[in-house]
Structure formats: structure tokens, C-alpha cells
């Protein structure tokens, strides 16, 4: 396998930094942040420039937050100069090295990629497999608390089979060891990390197992197979194999008939947006922390918007005035 190199000097090139900085503006929701980097473009260009030369690039603090939807989730966020530097890392030296390696099957975090892809693979997988085999069985997968589990070690050594150029390398690395625990999921550097994070896990479905059907989006992954009692098989195997890996799989993992429902990606096995039974209760939940100031007003609005349009009905949740 060849290894990377020249790759550092990529990210020290203006123009580059200059397409991560418009792709930061370009991301951000707040006017005001915007303005100010318009405003101050220059000065931060010329300072990022600066630092990536005489490689004294030392990552700056997080601001760590909580989501609780779908689940219970810790983000993160970045300042300006993070932002842009992570942008850069991930696009010169993260994207050359690690996307030649991925399978098609892993749909997270790429061009022409996502959750679209991996519901489109889905149902292709079930049309064929339904004329090939009519009765077939699905094992789902699903990793328990994935980005937070994920072992520097094994990752770095996973990054160090893919680039040799050596101060790429130091600033990748730094980005990794700048969380005591896994990674953060709000960076662009940890989403591509993570997806490569299982590469050797898709090669082994593939290869070993001889799945020919399977699709994976970050930690949830689905294997097709007319044969429950190899599937079976296929499980204890993939254990054993995320066991070297420092991971689990979580109590969502289960086989499934054909004609069972299960949800992928938001959807379930007959292509159907999911309509939750427990809305009103997680409104509630959201309702309460909103009131409790752990959540913000737009973070509240946003669910309710959310939650109405999936279910297409008007949600009565806000407790009785007594």
C-alpha cells in the first residue's frame, strides 16, 4: 500500500486557505460572524498562513455542547482559526490519503455520498435480494457510542499506513490527542476519521465474509444474506473483529426477516419516513430543558418544527396551566 507524501505543504498554500476560509463563511448561520469575517478576511488568512509555515500550530479550546436528538449527543465547535485549519486539514491531507481506500458501500462524509446514498443501496439490496433469494434476512449493526470509543492508537496507526509525509502527520495527531477520549463529532476532521476508522472492518465483511451485499453509514451498517444461520456466524465474527478494534456493538444489533420493519438511516425497510410513538414524550423532555435554560429557544423551535413535519399532525405537549 503506498504511503503519502508532499502532503503538509498543501495546506500552507494561500489559495487553499483562502477556499477553507469561504467554505467556513459559507457554512456559518450567524449574519453577525459572517460580517466579521468578511470584515477581517485578510488578517485571518495572513495569520493561518503564518502559523502553518513555521508549523507552530497549536489547537485551540473547544466549546463542547449537548444535543438530544436523535439522542443524547456531546458537539463540539470551533473558533474562526480552528475552523479553517481543520477544514484544511481535512480537505489537503485527510481526503488525498484516506478516500482512494474506501469501499463504495461506506456512504458517510463524502461527495455524491450520505444518507441518500445509503437508503438508495438499501433498497436496491432488498429489490435484488427479493428476485434472487424471495426469503432473506438482514443483520443490523450498530456500535455502541462509536466516536467516543474510538482508540487513538489504533486510529494512528491506521493514518500512519496511509502517510509518511511526517508534518502532516504531527498536525493530524495533534488534532486527535486535542480530546483526552475518542472523537469529537462536529468536526470535519473527526467525521472523516471515523468513517476510516472502520475501513478495515468493510474490507473484512467484504473479503472474508463474502457479503456481497452490505452498506455502512458511519456505525450503522446492515449485511444481507439468505442464510440466517451464517449471518449468525457473521455476527460472532464481527464482534471478535471490533473487539481488536476497542469497540461494541450496542443492544440495537438484531437479525431480521425480510418481511420484519426495522429502521435504517431514519427510514424504515419499506422506504418510509419513521413516525415516532414517543414524540410527545421527547417534546416534553425538550420542552423542560428549554425552560430550564439548558437549551435555547431556536434549539426548541427547531424539534418542534422537526417533529411536526415528520408526524404531519399538530402536537399538543406543553403541560396544562393549572
Given at each position: 500500500?503506498?504511503r503519502m507524501?508532499?502532503?503538509?505543504q498543501?495546506?500552507?498554500?494561500?489559495?487553499?486557505?483562502?477556499?477553507?476560509?469561504n467554505?467556513?463563511c459559507?457554512?456559518?448561520?450567524?449574519k453577525?460572524?459572517?460580517?466579521?469575517?468578511r470584515?477581517?478576511?485578510?488578517?485571518?488568512?495572513s495569520?493561518?498562513?503564518?502559523?502553518?509555515i513555521?508549523?507552530?500550530?497549536?489547537?485551540?479550546?473547544?466549546n463542547v455542547?449537548?444535543?438530544?436528538?436523535?439522542?443524547?449527543?456531546?458537539?463540539v465547535?470551533?473558533?474562526?482559526?480552528?475552523?479553517i485549519?481543520?477544514?484544511?486539514?481535512?480537505?489537503?491531507?485527510?481526503?488525498?490519503?484516506i478516500?482512494?481506500?474506501?469501499?463504495?458501500?461506506?456512504?458517510?462524509?463524502?461527495?455524491?455520498m450520505?444518507?441518500?446514498?445509503?437508503l438508495?443501496?438499501?433498497?436496491?439490496f432488498?429489490?435484488?435480494?427479493?428476485?434472487?433469494?424471495?426469503?432473506?434476512y438482514?443483520?443490523?449493526?450498530?456500535?455502541?457510542?462509536?466516536?467516543?470509543?474510538?482508540n487513538?492508537?489504533?486510529?494512528?496507526?491506521?493514518?500512519?499506513?496511509?502517510?509518511?509525509?511526517?508534518?502532516?502527520l504531527?498536525?493530524?495527531?495533534d488534532?486527535?490527542?486535542?480530546?483526552t477520549?475518542?472523537?469529537?463529532?462536529?468536526?470535519?476532521?473527526?467525521?472523516?476519521?471515523?468513517i476510516?476508522y472502520?475501513?478495515?472492518?468493510?474490507?473484512f465483511?467484504?473479503?472474508?465474509?463474502?457479503i456481497?451485499?452490505?452498506v455502512?453509514?458511519?456505525?450503522d451498517?446492515?449485511?444481507?444474506?439468505?442464510d440466517?444461520?451464517?449471518l449468525?456466524?457473521?455476527?460472532?465474527?464481527?464482534k471478535?473483529?471490533?473487539?481488536?478494534?476497542?469497540?461494541?456493538?450496542?443492544?440495537?444489533?438484531?437479525?431480521?426477516?425480510?418481511?420484519?420493519?426495522f429502521?435504517?438511516?431514519?427510514r424504515?425497510?419499506?422506504?418510509?419516513?419513521?413516525r415516532?410513538?414517543n414524540?410527545?414524550?421527547?417534546?416534553?423532555?425538550?420542552?423542560?430543558?428549554?425552560?430550564?435554560?439548558?437549551?435555547?429557544l431556536?434549539?426548541f423551535?427547531?424539534s418542534?418544527?422537526?417533529y411536526?413535519?415528520?408526524?404531519?399532525?399538530?402536537?399538543?405537549?406543553?403541560?396544562?396551566?393549572?
Amino acid at each position: 500500500m503506498k504511503r503519502m507524501g508532499n502532503l503538509y505543504q498543501n495546506i500552507c498554500q494561500m489559495e487553499n486557505i483562502k477556499s477553507a476560509y469561504n467554505e467556513v463563511c459559507k457554512n456559518t448561520n450567524n449574519k453577525r460572524r459572517v460580517e466579521n469575517l468578511r470584515e477581517y478576511k485578510s488578517i485571518y488568512i495572513s495569520r493561518i498562513h503564518d502559523i502553518l509555515i513555521n508549523k507552530n500550530y497549536v489547537v485551540g479550546p473547544y466549546n463542547v455542547f449537548t444535543i438530544y436528538e436523535p439522542k443524547e449527543r456531546l458537539i463540539v465547535s470551533q473558533n474562526v482559526q480552528d475552523k479553517i485549519i481543520n477544514h484544511l486539514v481535512s480537505r489537503f491531507i485527510l481526503y488525498p490519503a484516506i478516500l482512494p481506500c474506501l469501499l463504495d458501500v461506506n456512504v458517510a462524509s463524502r461527495k455524491d455520498m450520505g444518507t441518500s446514498r445509503g437508503l438508495e443501496l438499501a433498497q436496491e439490496f432488498h429489490r435484488k435480494c427479493k428476485i434472487k433469494y424471495k426469503e432473506y434476512y438482514i443483520l443490523k449493526c450498530d456500535i455502541s457510542k462509536f466516536f467516543a470509543s474510538i482508540n487513538h492508537d489504533i486510529l494512528k496507526q491506521k493514518i500512519l499506513r496511509r502517510i509518511k509525509d511526517k508534518d502532516a502527520l504531527k498536525i493530524v495527531f495533534d488534532i486527535i490527542d486535542s480530546n483526552t477520549n475518542g472523537l469529537f463529532i462536529g468536526a470535519m476532521t473527526s467525521q472523516i476519521l471515523a468513517i476510516f476508522y472502520l475501513n478495515d472492518l468493510d474490507y473484512f465483511i467484504k473479503e472474508k465474509l463474502k457479503i456481497k451485499y452490505y452498506v455502512r453509514y458511519q456505525d450503522d451498517f446492515l449485511l444481507f444474506h439468505p442464510d440466517k444461520q451464517y449471518l449468525k456466524y457473521c455476527l460472532q465474527e464481527i464482534k471478535k473483529f471490533l473487539s481488536k478494534e476497542k469497540l461494541i456493538l450496542n443492544a440495537k444489533t438484531r437479525i431480521y426477516k425480510n418481511t420484519n420493519n426495522f429502521l435504517f438511516l431514519g427510514r424504515n425497510s419499506f422506504g418510509k419516513y419513521a413516525r415516532y410513538r414517543n414524540v410527545k414524550r421527547k417534546l416534553k423532555a425538550k420542552y423542560y430543558l428549554y425552560t430550564v435554560g439548558h437549551i435555547s429557544l431556536n434549539s426548541f423551535t427547531s424539534s418542534l418544527i422537526c417533529y411536526k413535519g415528520l408526524c404531519n399532525k399538530n402536537l399538543k405537549f406543553m403541560p396544562k396551566k393549572r
